[in-house]
């Protein structure tokens, strides 16, 4: 009897160290470093070094006047502590990252560099008592400015926009000066990073650094408008509350706003200025709701007067939408567009490109992505830890795709691709095998307040865009801390929209949505359902399909793999019908990974380089219509 149990425990022992090696083996390759071969996009060879990107880049706040500095700079890289340099090594593309194709350098930056730029420009002529504002859609990570020799400021954070005033610094009658400096430690530092990572391997792409949004100058009024933001809808009353911020505001002075449809004034505010914030009530008649199916815009002209004379203004839109979540007739809950249920059945959207990276070639580029999403049949994009440029958003809303917005990750545990893994590895198994119970996630107070400052950027950066119906601040533990206390402060940031308790793995039970990651498991569900929020399959799928000439690396990887488009399509099908059968059992919601290949990852439907379709879309649009165009129930609205 004795021989019996110790034979089975040697069984035991060695199936266990078995077993071991082979998940320790494949942790390693995924932490192996990837190639990428450069491909390129059908806009790659449209693009105009000395003036790409040049279409206006704030859609909700636009005004005439404003010249672009996108082109060609002046580059070099120094080590971090060096002064600011006398000579330049050569010409870099503004706004493409210096990793990138198109920015005509493709060289890494290590965290011990430092990149400069440098551009000579002249300004555009002022009026009277007129301000200069010099304006970034986003630098990674850290940006210090000088114009003509004089600091101007400095911004930390890779995916928000900031601008500073340079009026004092400009010297009239001559060309001005303007110096950028960059510091950029991607994975080895406390900000946010996303998908980047010095070495790319796994599911961790080139790093991106530097300028990689527009840059633009704007001359303003001493006085002018800030912002215009849509702070709440009613649809029930037909009305939309809007709130104006102004700069230098004094009483007596006037906001105007003026709502159009076709040219045609349809309503109409006009009220004092007591404050630098007000909020105005609108009410067209008639009030046309905004929805995948019915993307409609209002058009906004926004103006400032002082005793009769208009100081500011600018042109703005907005589209009315609420969003909610509900329980249905069988007490199951769903999520809510204007008032009724909607499924949302998205593509999880990296948003990386083989030729700029972060950067998309050019505007058409850009709107691609969303235009294919539709052209597919989805009516739901989550961009995935990544923030766009504000054209992707106004592409969203004119289109009409519903977005979840992702916070893009970092921690302080990112520093090696191997420590990376392990911790990752251990997240995994404690929310899958223990059930997340006992996990406590931290991280370094620093670290955390970094966290806190991009988030609150990207929310207030973003909250007027329609498309945008749920936040999703943590995405499988990757530098998930103070849950629900973070989650809360989401909501408080802004109360219109969903918050997705984290997006996989470690569930608190906060949040308005439970979020399941299911890849090879969606046939799995859980039981008891949720009782009382909205289950969503977060990301599922990520079948792989390697194309043969449309590939950035030598051998990529999908969560399952299939060598001939026949058999690829075939399991979406029969995914997709798995999908549907989950949605009266209580799914309201499934995001497939994912819209491309992006690097090693090959599991896109579309190839990286935007060349192919890997199922016909109106294929797709047939399988994924099922479950967009299938109408529910109506459900009454409870919280």
Do not use: C
Not at 334 to 362: C, E, K, V
């Amino acid at each position: 009897m004795k021989k019996i149990f110790f034979g089975i425990a040697v069984v035991l022992l060695i199936s266990i160290a078995g077993l071991t090696a082979v998940v320790g083996y494949q942790l390693y390759k995924f932490t192996l470093p990837v190639e990428t071969i450069a491909l390129s996009t059908p806009w790659t060879e449209e693009v105009d070094s000395k003036a790409p990107l040049p279409e206006y880049p704030r859609p909700q706040l636009r005004r005439d006047r404003w010249q672009s500095l996108n082109g060609l700079w002046q580059y070099t890289i120094t080590p971090r502590e060096a002064t600011a340099p006398t000579h330049f090594d050569g010409s870099i593309v503004v706004p493409f990252p210096i990793e990138s194709l198109l920015s005509g350098v493709q060289r890494s930056l290590l965290p011990e560099d430092r990149l400069w730029y440098r551009r000579i420009f002249d300004t555009p002529p002022l009026e009277a008592r007129e301000r200069l504002i010099l304006h970034f859609g986003a630098v990674d990570w850290e940006a210090e400015i000088w114009l003509n020799g004089e600091r101007i400021g400095i911004h930390q954070g890779g995916f928000d926009p900031f601008s500073f005033d340079v009026t004092d610094a400009v010297i009239e009658g001559v060309a001005q000066e303007l110096v950028v400096a960059v510091w950029d430690p991607t994975n080895t530092g406390l900000g946010a990073v996303g998908k980047q990572h010095l070495v790319p391997h796994g599911i961790r792409y080139t790093a991106v650094s530097g300028i990689w949004q527009t840059v633009w100058l704007e001359p303003v009024p001493a006085q002018h408008i800030l912002s215009v933001e849509v702070m709440a809808t009613d649809l029930t009353a037909g009305s939309v509350t809007l709130a104006v911020e102004s700069h230098d505001t004094q009483p007596g002075d006037e906001i105007e706003v003026e709502v159009r449809v076709d040219e045609e004034i349809v309503a109409s505010a006009r009220e004092g200025a007591p404050a630098e914030r007000i909020s105005m009530r609108l009410s067209p008649p008639d009030l046309r709701a905004w929805s995948p199916e019915d993307p409609f815009l209002y058009e906004l002209q926004v103006s400032l007067w002082r005793n009769g004379k208009l100081l500011d203004r600018v042109e703005s839109y907005f589209g009315a939408r609420e969003v909610g979540m509900a329980r249905d007739s069988e007490g199951i809950w769903r999520l809510m567009l204007n008032g009724s249920p909607i499924f949302h059945l998205g593509l999880l959207d990296q948003g990386w490109w083989p030729d700029g990276l972060y950067t998309a070639p050019t505007d058409e580029a850009l709107a691609f992505d969303i235009e294919a999403t539709k052209k597919m049949g989805f009516n739901t994009i989550r961009k995935h830890v990544k923030v766009e440029p504000a054209r992707w958003y106004w592409h969203a809303d004119r289109l009409g795709v519903l977005v979840w917005q992702d916070m893009p990750t970092g921690s302080d545990r990112d520093a090696s691709r191997f420590t990376q893994i392990l911790d990752q590895a251990g997240d995994f198994f404690s929310a899958h095998l223990f059930n997340s119970k006992g996990v406590r996630l931290e991280r370094s107070p620093e670290s955390a307040a970094y966290f806190r400052q991009e988030l609150a950027s990207m929310i207030a950066g973003l909250k007027s865009f329609p498309s945008i119906v749920a936040w999703v601040p943590f995405n499988e533990a990757w530098g998930q801390f103070d849950t629900d206390e973070v989650l809360a402060e989401a909501a408080a940031m802004d109360p219109t929209r969903l918050i997705d308790g984290p997006s996989g793995w470690i569930d608190t039970g906060s949040g308005d949505i439970r979020d399941l990651h299911m890849y090879g498991r969606e046939a799995e569900f859980i039981s008891p359902l949720p009782s009382r929020r909205p289950l969503v399959y977060g990301e599922f799928g990520g079948l792989g399909y390697p194309v043969e000439g449309h590939l950035a690396v030598k051998s990529g990887w999908g969560y399952s793999a299939f060598e001939s488009q026949a058999a690829f399509e075939k399991a979406y099908v029969e995914l997709l019908g798995l999908i549907e059968s989950l949605r009266p059992l209580g799914l309201a919601g499934a995001i497939y990974t994912q819209t491309t290949d992006v690097e090693s990852e090959i599991n896109g439907l579309i190839t990286y380089d935007r060349r192919q379709f890997k199922i016909p879309p109106q294929r797709l649009a047939e399988v994924n219509g099922r479950l967009t165009k299938k109408i529910l129930p109506p459900a009454p609205m409870k919280k």
